[in-house]
């Protein structure tokens, strides 16, 4: 097993968005000496709003999950939120978040990290101090890498796109419709929920908006009525039903019953159905789009065939359609900075550097349907740990072996997206297997004995990252508090519940199945008596 105990004292954390301040919270909670580099001017990561800088969130952003999912496990957010914040609203939060906790003495904003190299037994970090203009160089004993999935805009990589001589701007870019998208044609090439919102905005000022998805994808909407948010609906006896969403017969019940409703997909779109099942991909919650494509506003389209000079073919198609600008929304690279760490198949969990565990990745993990925050404050709880020796982490061959029994198991619920999104998860399992190492996972088993009340709490209640501290004696009352706030908000809304419902099918069918049973029994004892 590796042990750290003792060994660490002073840790880098690099990037001061959620990820980053996660990190240093959990951190400086075990005594460490830390100090966050964050190259810009700001808290926040892609959270913090610059109009007249690349990158981060546009002008009307909100979150596509719900803030059921976004608290802090003890700091929750406020109640006067909305379900679904503004970026301002989490911004806030975060320089809240930061001052409550302590945090800015520890921040060093306008301090871009250039380099870091192990050497001997610790690390080498050179540090750029942007106001200064000085080099600085530092070591320490850990390092957590936070820098975000969003930083390096992806670009198609096909010689055909740079035929063309209209304007492009790729999602990193875009903050709000400038009056050169007024009335033109406009391509959105891409299928996630920064295409989805973008295409929605832009629909409203011009001329027309073309929507080009390559490989399909799942629409499902991001609130059930104004009041419930859709991932408040899976509760820890949803997913037990579901087996926790594997391609087993419940979620093939619930894809048939979308499809059935909705169409194939959640939207019944030809060009755009997926070639993956439901939760076995890429979930898009920003339905909110497919609303203009019977308003004639905006068009879907499939695969880009060709392109020309101020044209685009799309495959079906037998005549190019004319575009005045492209807006690329196809995602980020998913490379990990300073080219120490390949890919995720170096990294245990996700998270610790199977080399070395002493240079961790926090928040590069992306859940078919949950909370990259929320599993980022799990990982700086359990990274923390670690590095403080309250738990352990396996033998470094015994972790190899466990990413290779992980790839093919990734393979096998993501046959789809195993080799373009490896870091791809399962909020609940991978939350839950967290809680694990931590020794923070609920005995549901004891729990049913001994507390049933608080048993079918957890199992109806939505999943919240409170859940981490209803084992420490100190944080319970308050988290299982927090918990059944969470569960009665979701119990206000009288809709009835789609996993209620398949149970009700997979009882009858059972007792169904039962009583044939019994009656082919009995018929055959009459014929052989």
């Not at 190259?39 to 709003?49: F, P, T």
Request: proline share 5%; charged share 20%; with cysteine.
């Amino acid at each position: 097993m590796v042990d750290m105990r003792n060994q660490i004292k002073k840790v880098a954390i690099i990037g001061g968005g959620w990820s980053g301040l996660y990190a240093l919270k959990y951190a400086l909670a075990e005594g460490f000496d830390a100090e966050l580099f964050e190259k810009s001017d700001r808290i926040g990561g892609v959270w913090a709003y610059r109009e007249n800088a690349s990158g981060g969130v546009w002008a009307s952003a909100h979150a596509t999950s719900s803030k059921t999912f976004l608290h802090a496990s003890d700091f929750p957010l406020p109640e006067e939120y909305p379900l679904f914040p503004h970026h301002t609203h989490i911004y806030q939060y975060l320089c809240d978040y930061v001052n409550h906790f302590g945090l800015l003495p520890h921040i060093k904003l306008n301090h871009s990290v250039q380099a870091i190299e192990k050497i001997g037994s610790r690390w080498s970090v050179s540090v750029v101090d942007q106001i200064n203009e000085a080099n600085l160089n530092d070591t320490f004993d850990a390092v957590f890498l936070c820098a975000g999935q969003n930083t390096i805009p992806s670009w198609p990589s096909e010689a055909m796109y740079q035929r063309f001589k209209g304007c492009t701007l790729h999602s990193f870019d875009y903050k709000y419709p400038t009056e050169n998208l007024y009335g033109k044609k406009i391509l959105i090439v891409g299928g996630g929920e920064s295409a989805s919102d973008i295409a929605n905005e832009l629909s409203r000022h011009a001329k027309h908006v073309y929507m080009s998805v390559r490989r399909g994808l799942w629409y499902f909407t991001r609130h059930n009525g104004v009041s419930l948010p859709s991932d408040t609906r899976f509760s820890r006896r949803s997913r037990w039903i579901a087996n926790d969403y594997g391609n087993n017969i419940i979620v093939r019940l619930v894809q048939l019953m979308t499809s059935l409703n909705f169409g194939v997909g959640g939207h019944g779109i030809a060009a755009w159905k997926p070639n993956y099942s439901l939760l076995g991909g890429i979930i898009n919650k920003s339905n909110r789009v497919l609303e203009k494509i019977p308003l004639g506003l905006v068009t879907p389209k499939g695969e880009i065939v060709s392109v020309q000079e101020q044209s685009v073919l799309f495959k079906g198609d037998t005549e190019p359609t004319e575009i005045d600008i492209i807006v690329y929304a196809t995602g980020y690279q998913q490379k990990i900075p300073f080219d120490i760490v390949n890919d995720s198949s170096e990294l245990y969990k996700h998270l610790f550097y199977v080399d070395d565990p002493t240079l961790m990745v926090l928040g590069y993990v992306r859940p078919v349907f949950g909370s990259i925050v929320g599993l980022a404050e799990l990982q700086a709880r359990w990274a923390t740990a670690v590095l403080a020796g309250k738990v352990d982490l396996p033998a470094k061959d015994k972790m190899k072996k466990i990413i290779w029994l992980d790839q093919i198991k990734h393979k096998k619920n993501f046959p789809e997206d195993h080799e373009k999104r490896p870091h791809l998860v399962s909020h609940f399992a991978y939350a839950d297997y967290i809680a694990k190492q931590l020794k923070a996972r609920p005995s549901l088993f004891r729990m049913f004995f001994s507390d049933f009340r608080k048993w079918k709490l957890l199992m109806w209640a939505p999943w919240t990252p409170f859940e981490i501290l209803v084992n420490n004696p100190s944080t319970k009352n308050d988290a299982y508090t927090l918990i059944e706030k969470a569960y009665l908000e979701r119990r206000a809304v009288k809709e009835p519940s789609l996993f209620t419902f398949l149970s009700y099918i997979v009882i009858i069918s059972t007792i169904v199945m039962f009583m044939a049973l019994l009656l082919s029994s009995y018929s055959l004892w009459l014929m052989l008596s």
